[in-house]
């Protein structure tokens, strides 16, 4: 058995992105492999703190590069908590949002220098780069109508109870009200991204049903990774 692969899922909000990590993460267990599925913001208990604070709607107003930074400080935990750990036991990482994230959204379209970026990657991630990146390609529009859908979703209680009321500021992050022009450059930036770097990054259209999106996402894997153990 072939291990330490490292591969993560990109794209927009409502992309299906996390959906798509779990079902490929079942999929390699079943073929007898070890999986850690995490996910950026956070993964470790240090990186989850920062989530709630990154992805707070009522956060004061900062800048693209102090939310870069803030990316950074909990990336450089989670991968020296999990990540790295978990490839060093021999283990498959597959990780909802990786480096691809901070390029695009405070990168391409929140405008941080690249050589800034470059920077951070150079001292946070050094060389442990993921092995596959799929990218979930799908318009902003039905991303958000998606997104708009989940948070909208009932919580399930029981027949005798009366749903809670959840506050939409709980449902929601700060990414997810940003407007249509920013998810838009959002998407263009992963598919340049993907144009860039083919040796790492694939393309899958996400409009698709969730059943047809995995069958090409586990044919990725076969072709890209599994064909070398065979």
């Given at each position: 058995m072939t291990s330490g692969w490292f591969i993560t899922f990109e794209g927009g909000e409502g992309s299906g992105k996390s959906t798509q990590a779990k079902r490929l993460s079942e999929r390699l267990k079943e073929e007898g492999h070890s999986v850690t599925v995490t996910r950026e913001p956070g993964g470790s208990p240090f990186a989850e703190r920062l989530r709630t604070l990154i992805l707070d709607p009522t956060l004061e107003t900062h800048t693209p590069l102090a939310e870069a930074l803030l990316f950074a400080s909990a990336r450089a935990?989670?991968?020296?908590?999990?990540?790295?750990?978990s490839l060093a036991a021999g283990g498959v990482v597959i990780c909802d949002r990786f480096l691809d994230s901070t390029r695009v959204y405070q990168g391409y379209a929140g405008r941080v220098e690249p050589r800034l970026l470059e920077a951070?990657?150079?001292i946070v991630v050094q060389h442990t780069k993921p092995d596959l990146t799929i990218v979930i390609d799908i318009p902003a529009e039905v991303g958000l109508a998606r997104a708009a859908l989940r948070m909208e979703a009932p919580v399930?209680?029981?027949?005798?109870?009366?749903?809670?009321?959840?506050?939409r500021g709980l449902l929601t992050?700060?990414?997810?009200?940003?407007d249509l022009a920013f998810h838009k450059?959002?998407?263009?930036?992963?598919?340049e991204?993907?144009?860039?770097?083919?040796?790492?990054?694939?393309v899958v259209d996400g409009q698709r049903s969730p059943d047809e999106v995995a069958r090409d996402v586990w044919s990725i894997v076969q072709a890209r990774l599994l064909s070398d153990t065979a």
């Open positions: 935990d989670h991968l020296d908590q999990v990540i790295r750990p951070l990657e150079l399930h209680t029981a027949p005798s109870e009366k749903p809670p009321k959840q506050p992050d700060r990414f997810e009200t940003r450059k959002l998407r263009e930036g992963f598919i991204i993907a144009r860039l770097e083919p040796q790492r990054c694939v």
